[in-house]
């Protein structure tokens, strides 16, 4: 953003900039034809973002850059910390800049920060659930396309940890590969020849005898999928500190610290980024 803002003067990377540019092609088309009509180009005018609802903050970087994609003399100033929790009523940020960019800028802005800011809310509540268990909260794949690199980010900002970014930082040997490849000992064996020794092979198990495969097969993370509390301890029990684990499927905040209490090293939610709700947050001018 420009030197006007309280942040340093940073631009998006390649990628954000052009989700960006499609969030706010998207919304104007030809132009806002309501600002456009009501203000001259010289109007200007200040706003604010103001929490409706207690939430934890995420993203208003993004909408500081969304601002100045339309107004490169604005000012955006962030009044909350990324990963803070804020009261009901709490002004995030304050903007000041062309009245037709404020208001042009304003759902696009807001639908970035309400729905980063829901990300981060909800692993809150993940990671309060988990507080003094050991166990590290992780997030999925399970992303919005194209908007994996903010949710991750907002899921760290809620006291989260990412998982894999993507197929190409970690191999994790699922169902299908094992279905395809023969075996878990088969698939493990394959991979672990292609790979530098230095990458941890995941191996997703779905009950205790493909644990006890995983395990002689010398996998590095052995990934329990929708097991109970219950045999997720007679799991932790066999593999007796041969391997890490992580409880993963059909958890959530009724039932993930018992999954954590069961011994396991992880717990992996989905839910953190495709089940968040967004949060309410306002712009109000003036």
Known sequence: MNGKNSEPDM?????????IDLALSEDLGSGDVTSGALFGSSARSKASLVAREPLVVSGLEVAGWVFD??????????????????????VMARVSGSVRALLSAERTALNFVRHLSGIATLTRSYADALQDTGCRLLDTRKTTPGLRTLEKAAVRAGGGH?????LFDGAMIKDNHIAAAGSIRAAVDAVRAKLPPTVKIEVECDNLGQVREALRAGADIIMLDNMTAAKMKKA???????????????????????AAEAGVDYVSVGALTHGARAVDISMELG
């Not at 631009?11 to 989700?19: A, R, V, Y």
């Not at 003399?73 to 009901?88: D, L, V």
């Open 11 to 19: 631009k998006p990377d390649p990628h954000i900039s052009t989700l």
């Open 69 to 90: 994609r339309l107004d490169d003399g604005c000012s955006f100033k962030p009044a909350a910390r990324e990963g803070e929790a804020i009261r009901q009523g709490s």
């Open 162 to 166: 990412n998982h894999r970014m993507g």
């Open 236 to 258: 932790v029990a066999l593999v007796a500190g041969g391997a890490a684990i992580e409880a993963s499927g059909g958890l959530n905040l009724d039932n993930v610290r018992r």
